[in-house]
Each structure stands twice: as structure tokens, then as C-alpha cells.
């Protein structure tokens, strides 16, 4: 607690204000740092949601496109055996 007394001169008096002034933190300068953090942690936040959308996707085309083609390729592949087996027999 700064205490000041009316009996003491005024240069005294003003800088003990100054020095109160200056030790004080600014308001604003918080609020900016917290604002900057938000701004941060939205943007980690898009990101995230962008490898999200990007993952499911690929998900689609995989289920989409290339398990039919596998399906496919099984059912060649057993016709394949097949004949392996009817010629080693």
C-alpha cells in the first residue's frame, strides 16, 4: 500500500504516482496476450477440422473405389487357384 502524506512536497507525491502508474500492468496488454491465445488455439482448431474432413474423405474413396477393385481382384485370384489346383492334380 503506498501511503502518502499531505505534509511532504510535491515531487515526492508525483513520483509515487508515476511509480504507481508504471508498476501497474496494463488492462489491454492482457487482454491482447488472451485474444492472441484464443486466436491461436482457433486456428489449431480449423486445422484439425480440415485433417478431419481430409481423413473421412479418404475414407469414402477407399470404401468407395478401392474395395470393389480388391473384391474384384479376389475373385480373379480364386479362379487363379482353381486352375493351379486342377493342374497340380
Known amino acids: 500500500m503506498l501511503l502518502v502524506d499531505a505534509d511532504q512536497p510535491e515531487p515526492m507525491r ?8 508504471f508498476l501497474t500492468p496494463e488492462p ?5 496476450e488472451v485474444e492472441e491465445t484464443i486466436e491461436g488455439m482457433l486456428l489449431r ?35 487363379i487357384y482353381a486352375k493351379v489346383d486342377r493342374l497340380e492334380s
Do not use: H
Open 28 to 32: 489491454g496488454a492482457e487482454a491482447k
Open 45 to 79: 482448431l480449423e486445422e484439425f477440422c480440415s485433417l478431419a474432413d481430409l481423413i473421412r474423405s479418404d475414407t469414402s474413396q477407399i470404401l468407395e473405389e478401392n474395395i470393389p477393385v480388391l473384391k474384384a481382384k479376389l475373385t480373379e485370384m480364386r479362379g
Open 14 to 21: 508525483s513520483g509515487a504516482r508515476e511509480l504507481a502508474l
